[in-house]
């Protein structure tokens, strides 16, 4: 599976869009491209996926560039309990999933 | 729907102690998987099951031992507990679903501590 890189942490104030990048040059056409996070002491919740079109749930929004290299998850009015560690995993379906370190995400008043 | 259960939620032991900790889940999925997540880390997989009856190595599975009872339950056991296996233990479940896409979904976690 491809090697993914996020920033470390971000902050994004109440009520604003969160827009959460990640970095995946090494993708392979059978790849895709998932979101979990993780809130604080609680195990991780799956987000979104996607493989090459934008996609769009009642969490969030997944935005995939054209080459695939990148993508940016959203979320489209951050609140407090958004605050979490956000993690792009990109893996051929029934791979395991392997997390790095992940994006802390601090949403703030 | 509880999805998937986990017990106990925290647990000490001693050096050299055993013990099992117990996953169940009610979404009648085909695979289960166990994770350890070490403070300020990401989680790393220690064994899972693609299905009933089979099992498989992950990233760290010394000093583990998995047994896939039924489709549901998916036991970790620590036949002798070290300190270094003082961590966060989680379980997941998954089916392979339509789209050519899998969803894993997590239970709660056990915290472990080992003295």
């Known amino acids: 599976d491809a090697k993914t890189t996020q920033p470390t942490s971000m902050d994004c104030a109440e009520g604003r869009a969160a827009n959460l990048p990640c970095n995946h040059s090494t993708i392979s056409g059978n790849e895709y491209v998932y979101w979990y996070r993780q809130i604080h002491s609680q195990g991780p919740q799956y987000i979104i996926h996607g493989l090459k079109n934008n996609e769009t749930n009642e969490m969030a929004s997944l935005i995939i560039t054209e080459d695939r290299k990148s993508s940016t998850l959203i979320l489209p009015h951050a609140t407090l309990r958004d605050t979490a560690v956000y993690y792009c995993?990109?893996?051929?379906?029934?791979?395991?999933?392997?997390f790095g370190a992940g994006t802390i995400l601090r949403v703030k008043s | 729907n509880a999805g998937v259960t986990q017990t106990p939620k925290f647990q000490v032991l001693k050096t050299g102690q055993s013990m099992t900790l117990q996953c169940a889940q009610d979404m009648n999925h085909n695979s289960m998987y166990w994770y350890r997540q070490d403070p300020g880390m990401g989680l790393r997989l220690i064994y899972y099951s693609a299905s009933e009856g089979t099992t498989d190595k992950g990233e760290v599975p010394n000093g583990y031992n998995v047994s896939r009872l039924n489709k549901r339950e998916f036991s970790l056991r620590l036949e002798s507990a070290a300190p270094s296996q003082t961590s966060v233990y989680f379980c997941a479940s998954s089916e392979f679903g339509g789209r050519n896409q899998e969803t894993q979904y997590f239970g709660p976690g056990t915290r472990l501590l080992v003295l």
């Open positions: 995993i990109v893996r051929v379906p029934r791979n395991k999933l392997v």
